[in-house]
């Protein structure tokens, strides 16, 4: 068993976070708290190279001078073990970052067990997601994890700065946005009930209150495919906008983008290094194709697929292989959209909504469009859908009071962290996926 050895209040210790350890001068006394991320033995030296939630930084005892009961405990301290080092701050060219700590107190907080996470261990990246509660520590995920924080803070500051309201909707519910067939029912007292899958319905009934809104909260799919693109639950960020067309929306859209990645560009470089990503932020106009033309460089390409249906994978993978920065594709078939998409008054086929698509091959990271506000058109459209209109009326009721012409869109936080991070698999792109084959950890 792990053991822990005092307890008593280990923070009033701290000087110093990693981050400013190392921002310290030479000869600067400095305490840290942390977790023993390797440890190596060299000679008479002893390397332990200590995490806090800042960073990494080398600490070395050497037998001689550096005191005995330190010494003494850097030698039985194991992997991921937590301890307090207390020490001088001296340069050294072969440390990471230039600085190591010369060991002067090292007490071990809490002992962990033999370290399961090892190199021989990992026969597949299955065991890595098995173990997923302890593989979370390893320098990579905690990079995606990073970027993935930045990412979400940088959401909030755009929308903020944009006057968009924080609202939250409920994950209970009982009428289905985006159709029957990944929805995940539950006994709900009785009644049946689903778990979201899109807080829109309920933002759309929020701009009346406040014009501009946005939500970032999980979202359920009862996704029965085994892609490396599909969780059953992910973090979905929705923003609508009262008065706004399709065309502002995709230039929120873009905006929005642009912002979240020079934000990560600028604050992660040194996370998109360590995972081996290079990536340089896409400058706007976005291009824009319609599904017509998407469907014929994808016949061209040999990927034939019938007017009306959704993009298939494989012509989605083809189109988002021949772009190099994120691109919309615009116009999509009325009887390819769920019910609420408006028709273009243009060509009723088709409707005022677009999907973002992420280059790369990385595929689709956001739909977004045009409501539909009028009552009628949408009663005529839930029944022509053959959906059930009671679960429906709140929804039907706000086109009797007051709703203006509007729009919105998702985006989906695990999809676009895949695509900034060069992810093979979606899992990667959060810290406890779910997928069809994962509930555990
Ligand atoms: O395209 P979707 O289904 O659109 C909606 O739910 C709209 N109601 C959103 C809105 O207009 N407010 O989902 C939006 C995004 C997708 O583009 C994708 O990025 C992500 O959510 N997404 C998924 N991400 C991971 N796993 C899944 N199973 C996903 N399904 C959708
Ligand atoms: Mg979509």
Known sequence: MGKIFEDINWLKFRTHSISDALKSDKGEYVRLLGWIASKRAMGKIIFCLIRDGSGFIQVAGKEGITDEKALDAMKRVSLESTVMVGGLIRDDERAPKGKEISVKEFKIIALSEKWPITKSAIKS??????????????????????????????????????????????????????????????????????????????????????????????????????????????????AEQAFATHEDIMKLEEDLLCHMISNVFEKCSEELRIIGR??????????????????????????????????????????????DKPFFITGYPLSARSFYHMADPKDERITLSSDLIAPEGYGEIATGGQRIHDYNTLLERIRKQELPVESFSWYLDLRRYGLPPHSGFGIGIERLLRWICGLKHIRASTLFPRTITRINP
Not at 280 to 288: G, H, I, L, T
Not at 289 to 304: F, L, P, Q, W
Request: net charge neutral; charged share 25%; aromatic share 14%.
């Open 278 to 323: 290079k990536f340089s932020p896409p400058d706007p106009p976005f291009p824009r194709i319609t599904y017509d033309e998407a469907r014929e460089i994808a016949i061209s390409k040999g990927i034939e697929f019938e007017w009306g249906g959704d993009i298939p994978t494989e012509a989605e993978n083809i189109l988002s292989k021949s772009f």
């Open 125 to 238: 990246p299955s065991f890595l997601y098995d173990n997923r509660h302890l593989s979370i520590r390893g320098r990579k995920a905690i990079s995606i994890m990073k970027i993935r924080s930045e990412l979400i803070y940088s959401s909030f500051d755009f929308f903020k700065k944009q006057g968009f309201h924080l609202i939250n909707a409920p994950t209970l519910v009982q009428s289905a946005c985006e159709g029957g067939a990944t929805l995940f029912n539950l006994n709900y007292f009785g009644k049946i009930a689903f778990l979201t899958q899109s807080a829109q319905l309920y933002e759309e009934a929020a701009i009346c209150a406040f014009e501009k809104v946005f939500v970032l909260q999980p979202a359920f799919r009862a996704e029965k495919s085994k892609t490396a693109k599909h969780l059953t639950e992910f973090w979905m960020l929705e």
